[in-house]
């Protein structure tokens, strides 16, 4: 008789067995299963933890050697725990007598129970699959410290000519904070925000994971994050941003080798010094410099607390287009610090009535960008890869704003009509220094710079080089061709007016861009010498040496079109056209500075003065009046290509170059535009403007705030000259009514909807008194002293009308560069 186990109960009745204690036959013990499923899952849990801890002490190593170092591991738990699921296992039943025999063993009784078999399997499908990605997360763990953080391009602030700084790219560095310089209250700020326990735990803090989930349910948002300061280091440090399993295993494991490698302070520094804190800013002290004009070292607990809560999401909070959402989150900061023991609740509420200085981005003026692309380039030619740096550049802010408005207002009121679709502008000082430049209509669309990067058939433009060169060689403005049929070769050139004048002095000839004289002249000196008197000019394009390259046949640019015509009025060709002053880094020596290159050989002072003749001319009585100004002197020289394809005008004042081109990005046609169209008229109202801004006049800015401290219903007392006054009526931006009178602004095209709107409510119960204005039956009113239409159009209420005086123009130029009223839905 076999002995049996007192504590052995497989002969007890279960719920399935018959009443006398018996099974069914072939039926399986569903204890018996239990046991030998619980008995599997210890194995696999110990064998998961054997892998990690074999895993974590080949975390230094690569994730395959740290898989080969778990093999002895799986051998030792092998033998402490018995045959695996895998091996053949004898029967139990066999060394239970009274136990029936059972085939196949409990696989084949799972077999025969699929319930219970489909409930072990779904509890051993997770383990298998958490095991596998722990598994794979070994055999991809990457090194420590094996990604270079985000940020690597330099941050690059531009300023101006007068030393205002206007833009901003790249990515701010700052430097290195160390603990000697870290305020104590930053060190407090982000740990009690980001990690309350960082100087208990060893890199994973559950405790303060169950504690980031449940304020974050119960706050109604994320309000703390799950992740420890160190995990967070080792992601910034060594992983990539994907959001995977995978990914959090290795962060975790990582975190680990970190704690065990480096002290607490290194950790907390090193995470300081990595993280991004939005605006382009890596690391706490370019954020300080960035946001504050300051190193951290210099931080305030108020400006520690708005840092300390950037880094949970910069891009959103950035302080500089998100100033109420860090401040309030800056506040939730200050309140953890309070329950955290760093500061007292009077401290915070201290800190909190405090007022945050903050250094705002710097307003970029419009189509600045495509000059802003230019000088960064400059600046890594001319720096290297240095620190962060700022480069003091040759543009002057008011010029270039008036450069964006002359060319965006004629192509926005002709444009579509003339089917011109783009144009390009750049104003540069008579020593090559650029003043503005606007590389096309909208930076948005496109960022390709038409002004220097575009190569067009520049037309009649060309003859520069052209009468030159035959003034270089003894002919003179007063010299006599002829306009007529002529023939080089097989080529036959046509005048734009298929007429010819007969005989013309070169003079002449020039100022009404006569092609068959052009054309006769180059065959006369050679093309040659048209070649060698453009690249004396700067022109670096390729030159066909054909005969039309005497009407500009060839490609070239803008840019270098302006470098040209600026030889002709300084004399001493070529000018070099610069963007860039000084270019300083963080010592005090600068790391550029221009220096004017050694002048070519001079023109003549006779050669200058027939050319400086011959393009006046133009301007006077040719192609090009409609850049003239009363005046002013200018000279210039208009250039249409073949089938209207591009238009151009450069001209010139004593002191500054101005070179125009319109034309399409597809090379399409326009309709019937010449250089003495668009290009002339946007030179005429550039030079016209900068005029004003280059003798220090400034346009009287509307007093706004005057009118709008005057009590509702009062009547301005002050005699004005009129011939209505009342309280008006807005129709539109532009038209008022006023005592059963329509009254039309002289100078503005109205606006309909929300702009007027907003107008009427401005003028509610206010009177206006009105005058008329010329024999257009338009009027001008004023409102409490101020003209109505310029406060209109300084708002952006408005646009100006093409011969709207001088100051509604100055007007609607503030409001595009501001970018007030309807300019700010607009791009340009």
């Known amino acids: 008789m076999v002995s049996r186990d007192p504590r052995d109960t497989s002969d007890r009745p279960a719920p399935t067995d018959g009443p006398d204690g018996s099974r069914s036959p072939g039926q399986p013990d569903p204890r018996e299963a239990a046991r030998e499923a619980a008995s599997a899952a210890r194995v696999l849990v110990r064998q998961l933890g054997l892998l990690a801890t074999a895993g974590l002490r080949g975390a230094g190593r690569s994730g395959l050697d740290a898989a080969r170092a778990a093999k002895p591991f799986f051998a030792r738990v092998t033998k402490r725990t018995g045959p695996t699921a895998g091996e053949d296992v004898p029967a139990r039943s066999a060394q239970l007598p009274d136990q029936p025999a059972t085939r196949g063993g409990w696989l084949s009784r799972l077999r025969r129970r699929p319930i219970l078999a489909i409930g072990l399997a779904a509890l051993a499908l997770p383990a298998l699959l958490l095991g596998f990605t722990v598994l794979q997360a070994f055999a991809t763990l990457p090194p420590l410290g094996g990604v270079v953080p985000e940020g690597g391009q330099r941050a690059i602030t531009v300023e101006a000519d007068d030393g205002r700084p206007f833009a901003t790219r790249g990515a701010y560095r700052g430097e290195r904070l160390t603990a000697a310089d870290m305020p104590p209250h930053l060190a407090q700020a982000i740990t009690a925000i980001e990690d309350r326990r960082f100087y208990s735990h060893w890199g994973i803090d559950l405790r303060g994971l169950a504690r980031a989930v449940y304020r974050n349910v119960?706050?109604?948002?994320?309000?703390?994050?799950?992740?420890?300061?160190?995990?967070?280091?080792?992601?910034?440090?060594?992983?990539?941003?994907?959001?995977?399993?995978?990914?959090?295993?290795?962060?975790?494991?990582?975190?680990?080798?970190?704690?065990?490698?480096?002290?607490?302070?290194?950790?907390?520094?090193?995470?300081?010094?990595?993280?991004?804190?939005?605006?382009?800013?890596?690391?706490?002290?370019?954020?300080?410099?960035?946001?504050?004009?300051?190193?951290?070292?210099?931080?305030?607990?108020?400006?520690?607390?708005?840092?300390?809560?950037?880094?949970?999401?910069?891009?959103?909070?950035?302080?500089?287009?998100?100033?109420?959402?860090?401040?309030?989150?800056?506040?939730?900061?200050?309140?953890?610090?309070?329950?955290?023991?760093?500061?007292?609740?009077?401290?915070?509420?201290?800190?909190?009535?405090?007022?945050?200085?903050?250094?705002?981005?710097?307003?970029?003026?419009?189509?600045?960008?495509?000059?802003?692309?230019?000088?960064?380039?400059?600046?890594?030619?001319?720096?290297?890869?240095?620190?962060?740096?700022?480069?003091?550049?040759?543009?002057?802010?008011?010029?270039?704003?008036?450069?964006?408005?002359?060319?965006?207002?004629?192509?926005?009121?002709?444009?579509?009509?003339?089917?011109?679709?783009?144009?390009?502008?750049?104003?540069?000082?008579?020593?090559?220094?650029?003043?503005?430049?606007?590389?096309?209509?909208?930076?948005?669309?496109?960022?390709?710079?038409?002004?220097?990067?575009?190569?067009?058939?520049?037309?009649?433009?060309?003859?520069?080089?052209?009468?030159?060169?035959?003034?270089?060689?003894?002919?003179?403005?007063?010299?006599?061709?002829?306009?007529?049929?002529?023939?080089?070769?097989?080529?036959?050139?046509?005048?734009?007016?298929?007429?010819?004048?007969?005989?013309?002095?070169?003079?002449?000839?020039?100022?009404?861009?006569?092609?068959?004289?052009?054309?006769?002249?180059?065959?006369?000196?050679?093309?040659?010498?048209?070649?060698?008197?453009a690249r004396k000019l700067g022109v670096q394009s390729d030159l066909p040496n054909v005969p039309s390259l005497a009407l500009g046949s060839a490609d070239v640019s803008l840019m270098e079109m302006t470098r040209a015509y600026a030889g002709v009025l300084t004399g001493a060709p070529p000018v070099d056209a610069f963007a860039i002053h000084t270019i300083k880094g963080s010592a005090p020596k600068p790391l550029y500075l221009h220096e004017a290159k050694p002048a070519g050989a001079a023109l003549s002072r006779d050669v200058q003065s027939m050319m400086l003749d011959s393009m006046e001319a133009v301007v006077e009585g040719g192609t090009g009046k409609a850049a003239r100004l009363p005046g002013t002197p200018i000279g210039g020289k208009t250039g249409t290509s073949q089938d209207y394809r591009d238009a151009w005008f450069v001209g010139v004042t004593s002191d500054m170059v101005v070179g125009v081109w319109v034309g399409n990005d597809d090379n399409a046609p326009m309709k019937g535009v010449t250089g003495g169209d668009i290009p002339a008229r946007v030179f005429h109202d550039f030079v016209q403007r900068a005029q004003v801004i280059l003798k220090g006049k400034k346009r009287p800015a509307p007093s706004a705030a005057k009118a709008e401290r005057a009590p509702a219903g009062e009547i301005s007392t002050s005699p004005v000259s009129s011939d209505l006054r009342g309280v008006p009526e807005v129709i539109d931006t532009g038209t008022l009514a006023i005592r059963g009178r329509t009254v039309k602004l002289a100078g503005i095209v109205g606006e309909r909807g929300a702009l007027a709107q907003q107008l009427a409510r401005y003028l509610r119960r206010r009177e206006v008194a009105c005058a008329p204005e010329g024999a257009s039956g338009a009027m001008r009113c004023r409102l409490d002293g101020d003209d109505l239409a310029s406060l209109i159009l300084t708002a952006g209420g408005a646009k100006a009308t093409e011969d709207a005086p001088q100051d509604l123009l100055e007007a609607e130029d503030q409001a595009r560069s501001e970018r007030a009223g309807l300019w700010g839905r607009e791009r340009y």
């Open 218 to 533: 119960t706050g109604g948002g994320v309000r703390e994050g799950g992740s420890t300061i160190t995990q967070q280091y080792a992601r910034l440090t060594s992983l990539t941003q994907e959001k995977t399993l995978r990914r959090k295993i290795q962060e975790a494991l990582l975190a680990l080798r970190l704690e065990s490698t480096m002290t607490k302070q290194e950790i907390l520094l090193g995470y300081l010094n990595t993280a991004y804190f939005g605006a382009g800013a890596y690391g706490v002290d370019a954020a300080a410099r960035r946001y504050f004009g300051h190193g951290a070292k210099a931080l305030s607990l108020s400006e520690s607390a708005m840092l300390a809560g950037l880094v949970r999401a910069p891009s959103q909070l950035a302080p500089t287009r998100n100033f109420g959402g860090a401040k309030e989150r800056a506040d939730l900061v200050l309140q953890a610090m309070v329950e955290t023991g760093a500061i007292t609740q009077a401290q915070s509420d201290k800190t909190r009535a405090e007022k945050l200085t903050l250094r705002t981005p710097p307003e970029t003026p419009p189509g600045a960008n495509y000059f802003i692309d230019m000088v960064a380039g400059d600046a890594k030619k001319l720096a290297g890869d240095a620190g962060d740096v700022t480069l003091r550049t040759t543009l002057n802010i008011d010029l270039q704003s008036a450069a964006q408005a002359a060319l965006a207002r004629k192509l926005d009121a002709e444009g579509e009509k003339k089917k011109v679709g783009q144009g390009a502008l750049i104003a540069m000082s008579k020593d090559g220094a650029i003043l503005a430049m606007v590389g096309g209509r909208d930076y948005e669309d496109s960022q390709f710079n038409r002004a220097i990067q575009a190569k067009r058939q520049a037309g009649s433009l060309f003859k520069l080089f052209v009468y030159l060169a035959a003034y270089q060689r003894g002919y003179t403005p007063e010299t006599v061709l002829v306009d007529r049929p002529t023939q080089i070769g097989e080529w036959e050139p046509q005048n734009s007016n298929n007429r010819f004048r007969g005989a013309l002095p070169l003079r002449s000839a020039f100022a009404l861009s006569v092609n068959t004289i052009a054309a006769q002249l180059g065959d006369e000196i050679g093309i040659a010498s048209v070649i060698e008197a």
